[in-house]
């Protein structure tokens, strides 16, 4: 890593492994370096090269106008095999520090291309870097994308100064490119990342959280999903389908278990299903994915906080006006009744503050 780092530091060029296919990278400070990579490629004008960032907070110091379903993209799936395609807007972000010729590489038509791999040596290296790499295949434009160290030499061996060999990678294939504008998702070029993953990993998440996950916060789950359904005038089972996911989870839950016979039948009084409900804890995942977090308590809360102090800013009481939903375990049917009458009731009011506008939404043409 020592030998890459001071290669690319001197303007060499340097093939890594990563997740999807090899790479080569080039010091995006350095014009000199950027127009061999170009030239080692055989690039057409215009065919943007991609810029790799180090983690995904880094999105908004190259781009500070990132909209709310890129900054999910960026949060969930990296490091990973996704390239996102936002709008540059140079006054907003670091891009102004590079050399004009390679902004010109990197943002030929306005938008820039980022990418956080999935490989632990690029993401070495770029620790160990003062500026941001340029990264693109390690093939000749136009041919077969390489796979292992032994194809970039082939490839590009003349033009490298080192190839890191780590054998096949992993996917194979390249990763899927995606332009976010707003809400509006297009995918660009198919790739290592499903398209079913994408969609989940741009939805809209809530999460409701109470103790042991069998009574309060899968009763809010499908309450919250019905409330939902009839704002997008669909039916429950599609409401992931547009662009968002309710879950739940508990404190201090078992994982695998199944909602209390009670909560079941209070639920069935409202034509509500719960007899799929799995029981969950709270996880890392779980709480780094969701958007909004809702707790039957200030315990609950409490608890999130402690463990998860970044998550403060989006984790609430369900009683907007800081009252608590008391746990109904043990009581009758109708006792659960009235915890769901009154977790619904709360429910209606955080209707009013979903950021409708970040449901992302999928153009029907999508381009191989």
Same mark, same amino acid.
């Given at each position: 890593? =020592?030998?890459?780092?001071?290669?690319?530091?001197?303007?060499?060029?340097?093939?890594?492994?990563?997740?999807?296919?090899?790479?080569?990278?080039?010091?995006?400070?350095?014009?000199?370096?950027?127009?061999?990579?170009?030239?080692?490629?055989?690039?057409?004008?215009?065919?943007?090269?991609?810029?790799?960032?180090?983690?995904?907070?880094?999105?908004?110091?190259?781009?500070?106008? @990132?909209?709310?379903?890129?900054?999910?993209?960026?949060? &969930?799936?990296?490091?990973?095999?996704?390239?996102?395609? @936002?709008?540059?807007?140079?006054?907003?972000?670091?891009?102004?520090?590079?050399?004009?010729?390679?902004?010109?590489?990197?943002?030929?038509?306005?938008?820039?291309?980022?990418?956080?791999?999935?490989?632990?040596?690029?993401?070495?290296?770029?620790?160990?870097?003062?500026?941001?790499?340029?990264?693109?295949?390690?093939?000749?434009?136009?041919?077969?994308?390489?796979?292992?160290?032994?194809?970039?030499?082939?490839?590009?061996? +003349?033009?490298?100064?080192?190839?890191?060999?780590?054998? &096949?990678?992993?996917?194979?294939?390249?990763?899927?490119?995606?332009?976010?504008?707003?809400?509006?998702?297009?995918?660009?070029? =198919?790739?290592?990342?499903?398209?079913?993953?994408?969609?989940?990993?741009?939805?809209?998440?809530?999460?409701?959280?109470?103790?042991?996950?069998?009574?309060?916060?899968?009763?809010?789950?499908?309450?919250?999903?019905?409330?939902?359904?009839?704002?997008?005038?669909?039916?429950?089972?599609?409401?992931?389908?547009?662009?968002?996911?309710?879950?739940?989870?508990?404190?201090?839950?078992?994982?695998?278990?199944?909602?209390?016979?009670?909560?079941?039948?209070?639920?069935?009084?409202?034509?509500?299903?719960?007899?799929? =409900?799995?029981?969950?804890?709270?996880?890392?995942?779980?709480?780094? =994915?969701?958007?909004?977090?809702?707790?039957?308590?200030?315990?609950?809360?409490?608890?999130?906080?402690?463990?998860?102090?970044?998550?403060?800013?989006?984790?609430?009481?369900?009683? &907007?006006?800081?009252?608590?939903?008391?746990?109904?375990?043990?009581?009758?049917?109708?006792?659960?009744?009235?915890?769901?009458?009154?977790?619904?009731?709360?429910?209606?009011?955080?209707?009013? +503050?979903?950021?409708?506008?970040?449901?992302?939404?999928?153009?029907?043409?999508?381009?191989?």
């Amino acid at each position: 890593m =020592h030998r890459a780092v001071q290669a690319l530091a001197n303007g060499g060029l340097v093939a890594f492994p990563t997740e999807t296919v090899y790479g080569v990278a080039a010091n995006a400070l350095d014009e000199s370096a950027v127009a061999k990579l170009l030239a080692a490629k055989g690039r057409a004008p215009g065919n943007p090269l991609t810029l790799a960032v180090r983690h995904a907070d880094e999105t908004l110091d190259h781009c500070a106008r @990132v909209s709310a379903v890129a900054g999910r993209l960026a949060r &969930r799936c990296w490091p990973g095999p996704l390239t996102l395609v @936002v709008a540059d807007v140079p006054a907003d972000g670091l891009s102004v520090r590079l050399p004009t010729s390679v902004r010109q590489a990197v943002s030929p038509a306005g938008t820039i291309g980022l990418r956080m791999p999935d490989h632990r040596y690029i993401l070495s290296a770029m620790q160990s870097l003062d500026g941001p790499l340029v990264l693109t295949s390690a093939n000749r434009s136009g041919q077969a994308d390489t796979v292992c160290a032994e194809d970039v030499v082939k490839a590009l061996g +003349d033009h490298l100064e080192l190839v890191i060999s780590d054998g &096949r990678a992993k996917y194979g294939q390249p990763s899927t490119v995606v332009r976010v504008v707003g809400n509006q998702v297009e995918i660009l070029r =198919h790739g290592a990342l499903s398209e079913s993953a994408l969609r989940r990993s741009a939805s809209l998440i809530v999460l409701l959280v109470c103790t042991g996950n069998t009574c309060r916060s899968p009763m809010g789950q499908v309450l919250f999903e019905k409330r939902i359904a009839d704002k997008l005038s669909c039916p429950v089972d599609e409401v992931e389908d547009h662009g968002v996911m309710v879950a739940s989870a508990g404190v201090a839950a078992a994982s695998g278990g199944r909602a209390s016979a009670e909560a079941a039948q209070a639920m069935n009084q409202r034509s509500l299903d719960l007899s799929e =409900h799995e029981t969950q804890c709270v996880s890392d995942s779980l709480v780094g =994915h969701a958007d909004l977090i809702l707790t039957m308590t200030s315990g609950h809360r409490d608890t999130i906080v402690a463990q998860w102090p970044d998550a403060a800013g989006k984790t609430s009481l369900l009683c &907007r006006d800081g009252g608590e939903i008391s746990d109904p375990i043990g009581g009758a049917v109708g006792l659960y009744v009235h915890c769901a009458d009154q977790m619904d009731a709360h429910l209606r009011d955080w209707m009013e +503050d979903i950021d409708w506008e970040s449901i992302p939404k999928f153009r029907d043409t999508i381009r191989e």
